[in-house]
């Protein structure tokens, strides 16, 4: 299936880019996490990150379909 990902904050400094599309096999954020951490060596474990599937928040366990709009939502601190 392919998904579009939006990262934010240091993930999108890790992955070199704010978006992308991807094609995936993952079956869940969780999944797709694990495997975009991998491409991007991402340093945050899941519990650190929040997701947010097609414009809403979203457990890691929800179940991807294809053209999903996924977001991963790092730890952010502002001055």
Same mark, same amino acid.
């Given at each position: 299936?392919?998904?579009?990902?939006?990262?934010? *904050?240091s993930l999108a400094?890790?992955? !070199?880019?704010? +978006? +992308?599309?991807?094609?995936?096999?993952?079956?869940?954020?969780?999944? %797709?996490?694990? +495997?975009?951490?991998?491409?991007?060596?991402? *340093? %945050?474990?899941?519990?650190?990150?929040?997701?947010?599937?097609?414009?809403?928040?979203?457990?890691?366990?929800?179940?991807?379909?294809? !053209?999903?709009?996924?977001?991963? %939502?790092?730890?952010?601190? !502002? !001055?």
């Amino acid at each position: 299936m392919n998904v579009r990902l939006l990262y934010f *904050a240091s993930l999108a400094d890790c992955a !070199g880019c704010s +978006e +992308e599309m991807r094609q995936t096999a993952a079956a869940t954020p969780r999944d %797709l996490y694990a +495997e975009v951490s991998r491409a991007h060596a991402f *340093a %945050l474990a899941p519990e650190r990150v929040r997701v947010a599937v097609n414009g809403a928040m979203a457990s890691w366990e929800h179940a991807l379909a294809d !053209g999903d709009e996924i977001v991963f %939502l790092p730890p952010v601190s !502002g !001055g």
